[in-house]
């Protein structure tokens, strides 16, 4: 479970490459580049605990810039236990940098490798991300002039040292990265159960701290204390956020550039760049591929020209161009890649765009006509003993991406709502979401809604999904959490986050809805027992989704039109 977050983000070296696949650092013959010998030194942190790092000095006379990472999956891996290919990448990786004049620092967050103190996930990184950067600038090697960088972990990590706003800390790149943990880790209130529970466990947590994950769906000072939301109005620095619409953290990327963008403070505001493209938390599953956008190749290719920019002082044109790259995905079988799949620029996120709904029918239809009928409903049964099995989505720890669902089947508790075969393309460019009339016969239940493309031949691509738990629909605070009233539909609002995409002629544009998706989050017991309790036994519940006029179940689309692109 560990080698794959390591090969997406382990970072330390390895994430931009994985990413982008430069060509690598090559030696006379033609081999692999070795790493660079390097000196291990330990840094003081304001309590006194010592922070082991690596230190990767470039050819020449110094001083010189110095790029920063600070990492969970250790400074020095066990080859014996790395991903295949991860030692030739990391050597690659530090290459690319010390050949391009910058010295490369790589550090065990606290408690990890050879660093003192506590693990704790993410909770040190403020202060530790604060006197890292400092430390690093008064070394006789450092100009004085840092940035941070890293994918994942290390992305978290990154933009914790940019909320501390450390003074000689100048920019970060930072690589498929959240906003807030907690909005990740508990989507519409849902613990993400395989992938959060398991890479915590993975990471030598204990007891207490994986059952706080359980326990921690209703907001609280503890957990929301190092969201990034908390802290952006103290960033002070040009970042370059990558992200990809497959990731774990799509919406993380977008919300940091948007905000920091048009409301950060002086330094951030207007500086920051922000690409997306068809990629996930490792490699994509399923019969879709998009080769040569897949990579964030756009990105990486413009690292070195982001950091001689704002370390270097070398005007590279890089702030002469739009802030927005992202791709805009479309028909993507293998073997049958569309021309429309395609790089476009845009000013800022989201762009202009029509909000359009697209309404549920009782035939299983999805329709851009508000439904007139003055009744309107599906029922189905919801047993938590036998949930909907997860195929596919923003995954981590198992297999991910635009994966085909028609494996699931012709399930009573799974509901299908398809368009016609489009007689033209519909793009979309922004943040996706569903209106869900439900009700429920108990007092608590989840549901869910997913976004899929359906291809001519009937592959069922996944493009977004999200849960929603019933008690949490007006929010997550602990005065917003409110039981249903058996039987009373009830407006849910499920967040699907952001993508682009185009559903070409002949496609068809389905909404699904349902109660679950197992493993990836936790199943709901429909019993309305709080957070974590596993004791009180589970009931079958009886879901309903309205379809009528004064109930209109929607998926709401922000369409946009060719006026709108570059």
Do not use: C
Not at 499 to 505: C, M
């Amino acid at each position: 479970m560990k080698s794959l977050f390591a090969a997406a983000a382990m970072a330390a070296l390895a994430v931009a490459p994985a990413l982008a696949q430069p060509a690598p650092a090559t030696s006379p013959t033609g081999a692999a580049a070795a790493a660079p010998t390097h000196q291990e030194v330990f840094m003081p942190m304001r309590d006194g605990v010592k922070l082991a790092a690596n230190v990767y000095v470039t050819q020449g006379s110094g001083p010189w810039p110095v790029i920063l990472e600070r990492t969970s999956y250790l400074k020095d891996p066990d080859p014996a236990k790395s991903p295949p290919g991860m030692q030739q990448r990391m050597a690659e990786s530090i290459a690319r940098y010390t050949s391009h004049g910058y010295v490369l620092v790589v550090q065990d967050v606290r408690g990890k490798g050879h660093s003192q103190g506590f693990y704790s996930a993410f909770v040190d990184d403020i202060p530790d991300g604060y006197d890292t950067v400092e430390w690093v600038a008064r070394q006789p090697w450092s100009n004085g002039k840092v940035g941070i960088t890293g994918g994942s972990a290390l992305g978290i990590t990154s933009n914790m040292a940019a909320i501390a706003a450390p003074p000689h800390l100048v920019a970060a790149y930072v690589i498929v990265a959240p906003q807030d943990r907690a909005d990740y880790e508990y989507p519409g209130g849902v613990l993400k159960e395989r992938d959060v529970v398991g890479w915590t466990k993975d990471q030598g947590e204990t007891a207490e701290q994986i059952a706080r994950l359980y326990a921690g769906e209703v907001d609280n000072v503890l957990t929301r204390r190092n969201d990034m939301s908390q802290g952006l109005t103290f960033v002070r620095i040009p970042i370059f956020n990558v992200g990809g619409w497959y990731d774990i953290f799509d919406d993380g990327d977008i919300r940091n550039f948007a905000w920091l963008q048009n409301h950060g403070a002086a330094g951030a505001r207007g500086n920051q760049k922000l690409y997306m493209g068809p990629f996930g938390h490792g490699p994509l599953s399923g019969g879709l591929a998009y080769p040569g956008l897949d990579n964030g190749f756009v990105a990486s290719a413009d690292e070195m020209r982001w950091w001689d920019y704002w370390l270097k002082g070398i005007d590279t044109g890089i702030m002469d161009e739009p802030p927005v790259h992202v791709v805009m995905m479309a028909g993507a079988e293998k073997g049958a890649f569309s021309p429309q799949n395609r790089i476009l620029a845009f000013a800022d996120w989201p762009p202009a765009s029509r909000e359009v709904r697209y309404y549920a029918t009782a035939d299983h239809g999805l329709s851009a006509t508000r439904p007139a009928a003055a009744s309107g409903q599906i029922s189905y049964r919801f047993d938590p003993a036998q949930p909907v099995p997860t195929i596919g989505g923003a995954n981590l720890t198992f297999a991910r991406g635009p994966m085909d669902q028609r494996p699931i089947g012709e399930r009573p508790d799974y509901l299908r709502f398809e368009t016609p075969p489009l007689d033209k393309e519909v793009a979309i460019a922004g943040r996706v979401k569903v209106e869900v009339w439900g009700a429920t016969d108990g007092p608590d239940t989840d549901f869910m809604a997913k976004l899929v493309d359906v291809y001519p031949d009937g592959y069922e691509a996944l493009v977004l999904d999200n849960p929603i738990r019933a008690r949490y629909r007006l929010g997550r605070g602990p005065d917003d959490v409110r039981m249903m009233i058996p039987g009373a539909p009830e407006k849910l609002t499920i967040d699907l986050w952001n993508t682009a995409i185009t559903f070409e002629k002949g496609h068809r544009i389905e909404l699904v809805i349902t109660s679950s998706s197992s493993p990836r989050f936790e199943v709901n017991r429909n019993n309305g027992a709080p957070p974590g309790d596993t004791t009180t036994p589970a009931r079958v519940a009886t879901n309903t989704v309205f379809l009528d006029r004064d109930h209109p179940t929607a998926l709401v689309l922000p369409v946009i039109y060719p006026d709108d692109v570059k």
